[in-house]
């Protein structure tokens, strides 16, 4: 097993078959398992047949006992999902692919901070008007640091590397993310070769941007960078761009959180 207690700040273990072992003073609410055969609706190859194998692994509102009423006073939630190396036909191991909605009463979409603990992360997020995508973004993570999808982008974890990932995530609990469009177009507007590591475009969108590749770099992580992800709850008032982003906006820029 590999212990994870110094990168999340919970006593949390990784064991060999991609599960997450949590110490007596950490709980949970929810455990669910992506099946490669879920992804089927998110493939390049609509003839691909899939196993009922775990794709992805996911702990929802994880926390520290006694910790909770804090977390929900925030609005906040605090996850966990294990993406172990695999291959889905001619493509990487990913996430089904989601976009939030916006905050009631306001035209700004809920952001997500994500945080590698282990492995290697990509991410692909694009931004949509209508039905036209018109930026798409390609970042990859390394482990210890984090990245923040900003407001308007749907995205897409991947794990290109023969390692599993383990990242956390920081975000609103007011919301249920929507898929809805990423399955009706079979995944992301660009699907990432296995073979090769290049992107291949979804013709199901039509004219698409070429993506630009990005490093992370959120100016809003500021002084929390470098601290276990799970800490962050000690200056929770820093995450409040995650429940309230219409009071954030110039900070959720593009240019505040990547750079060239």
């Not at 925030?74 to 692919?97: C, N, Q, W, Y």
Request: aromatic share 8%; glycine share 6%.
């Amino acid at each position: 097993m590999i212990n994870l207690e110094d990168q999340i700040g919970l006593n949390i273990q990784l064991k060999e078959n991609s599960r997450l072992e949590f110490g007596e003073d950490v709980e949970f609410d929810q455990f669910s398992v992506r099946k490669l055969s879920d992804l089927s609706v998110v493939t390049a190859d609509e003839n691909l047949k899939l196993s009922d194998e775990p794709a992805y692994l996911m702990y929802r509102n994880v926390r520290k006992k006694g910790d909770l009423e804090k977390i929900n006073a925030a609005h906040l939630r605090f996850d966990l999902t294990v993406i172990p190396s695999a291959k889905i036909g001619d493509e990487h191991i990913k996430t089904s692919g989601h976009y939030h909605p916006k905050k009631p009463g306001t035209s700004v979409s809920y952001p997500e901070l994500y945080y590698v603990i282990s492995g290697q992360a990509t991410y692909l997020s694009q931004k949509s008007n209508g039905a036209r995508i018109e930026d798409v973004i390609l970042s990859r993570v390394k482990a210890g640091s984090a990245i923040i999808t900003p407001p308007g982008y749907g995205h897409v974890t991947i794990n290109e590397l023969d390692q599993p990932i383990v990242m956390a995530n920081w975000v609103c609990g007011d919301f249920k993310s929507e898929y809805g469009d990423y399955e009706e177009k079979r995944g992301a507007c660009y699907y990432l070769e296995a073979n090769n590591d290049k992107l291949i475009k979804n013709t199901r969108y039509g004219e698409v941007p070429k993506e630009k590749v990005l490093k992370s770099d959120p100016k809003l992580q500021g002084e929390m960078a470098g601290v276990p992800v799970y800490n962050y709850i000690k200056n929770i008032e820093k995450l409040s761009f995650l429940s309230s982003p219409e009071e954030h906006v110039n900070d959720l820029k593009i240019e505040s959180l990547f750079e060239a």
